[in-house]
């Protein structure tokens, strides 16, 4: 047989094979790794989008929750406010009703060790008031004292038993009161700024310093907090920074009391709206005294600080201070302790 007369067939030699398309199986693979790309990007897009809606439902719940939270709060501070101005006219009420008993006890002739146990028993604290005034007369503020009614010692005012409570835990339940009912007193009288004295012990601990925060959270900005220069020195830096915090945070004014007591440094640390001097100091007025007296006024001139002086009982006094450059005076020559807020306004 001759090879040239062979014909080579391209059919399949067994009728069961096909001949392979390889360009077809090509656009078949590709359509499948199309599809197959385009259920994942669709998968992912919509994983997408649930995670998304999943994100706006937290944060819608969560401001719903902040929102929740903040009329709460706000609620807490309105019936806070409630309860200090409720507390303060209670105080007030009660004390013009013992003043009252005091004159019908005198007039009897009963014994006074009798009202005293009386009244301690029935109001252990109730509280005075006395303001301090400039050269024209004009009220600057509004003391803000607490009296301690001892059955056996009679009253006991601040400047007598505060310090020595300082030593103790109970400065805490004792200064609380004072804080709440001079609350209730400044909202009562928004068109006066009112003195209330504050423990530097409050101070000592972020514990303490929360209780204090969440009492003058409520205050308003007519109180003005009093600390000792002595024992506010001894909280140290950090409760430089927490006496910071609070005043910046609750815009409330403060003020230096017997800086006498220490280092003259401690002026430089504190955002000092007024400095107080104890005018028992000064009673020889001597030279020395009158010299500190005016190097405090010219500090004071220069970052304008209000200087004060308290315990100026005679016009002499009264008198000597002024020409020195205090501008604020307390004491019997100004006005003698009233019970009565309003009495003590007039």
Same mark, same amino acid.
């Given at each position: 047989m001759n090879e040239s007369n062979?014909?080579?067939?391209?059919?399949?030699?067994?009728?069961f094979m096909k001949k392979s398309n390889s360009s077809k199986g090509s656009k078949v693979s590709t359509k499948a790794k199309s599809r197959g790309k385009e259920i994942r990007v669709d998968t992912h897009y $919509?994983? %997408? +989008?649930?995670?998304?809606? !999943?994100? !706006?439902?937290?944060?819608?719940a969560r401001k719903k929750r902040e929102q929740q939270k903040l009329l709460e709060h706000e609620e807490s501070l309105k019936t806070f !406010? %409630? !309860?200090a101005v409720k507390t303060a006219l209670k105080n007030e009420e009660l004390a013009q009703s013992l003043k009252n008993k005091e004159v019908k006890v005198k007039s009897n002739g009963q014994k006074e060790s009798q009202e005293r146990l009386k009244r301690a028993t029935k109001t252990p604290f109730s509280y005075y008031y006395n303001v301090s005034k400039d050269v024209s007369n004009n009220i600057g503020y509004c003391n803000i004292y607490q009296c301690m009614n001892d059955k056996f010692a009679g009253r006991l005012f601040q400047p007598q038993y505060f310090a020595i409570a300082e030593q103790s835990e109970r400065i805490f339940e004792i200064n609380k009161l004072l804080i709440i009912h001079s609350i209730g007193i400044a909202l009562l009288h928004e068109e006066t700024s009112f003195l209330v004295q504050v423990s530097p012990k409050y101070l000592e601990s972020d514990e303490r310093y929360k209780e204090?925060?969440?009492?003058?959270?409520?205050?308003?900005?007519?109180?003005?907090?009093?600390? #000792?220069?002595?024992?506010?020195?001894?909280t140290g830096d950090e409760g430089r920074k927490r006496l910071l915090e609070l005043i910046e945070k609750y815009k409330l004014s403060l003020m230096l009391d017997n800086p006498e007591t220490e280092r003259l440094s401690v002026l430089f640390d504190?955002?000092? %709206?007024?400095?107080?001097?104890?005018?028992?100091?000064?009673?020889?007025?001597?030279e020395n005294k009158k010299q500190f007296i005016k190097i405090i006024n010219e500090?004071? $001139?220069?970052? %304008?600080? #209000?200087? +004060?002086? $308290?315990?100026?009982? @005679?016009k002499e006094d009264k008198s000597w201070m002024l020409a020195n450059g205090?501008?604020?005076?307390?004491?019997? =020559?100004?006005? @003698? =302790? $009233?019970s009565n807020v309003n009495a003590a306004l007039k």
């Open positions: 062979v014909e080579v067939s391209n059919k399949p030699i067994y009728p $919509k994983e %997408k +989008v649930e995670r998304e809606r !999943k994100l !706006k439902r937290l944060q819608e !406010k %409630k !309860k204090l925060e969440s009492l003058l959270e409520n205050a308003p900005t007519n109180l003005i907090l009093c600390m #000792d220069s002595r024992p506010l020195i001894l504190y955002p000092i %709206k007024y400095i107080r001097l104890d005018g028992r100091y000064y009673v020889d007025r001597s500090y004071c $001139k220069g970052l %304008k600080i #209000d200087l +004060v002086a $308290k315990y100026i009982d @005679t205090v501008r604020y005076i307390e004491g019997a =020559n100004v006005q @003698t =302790n $009233k």
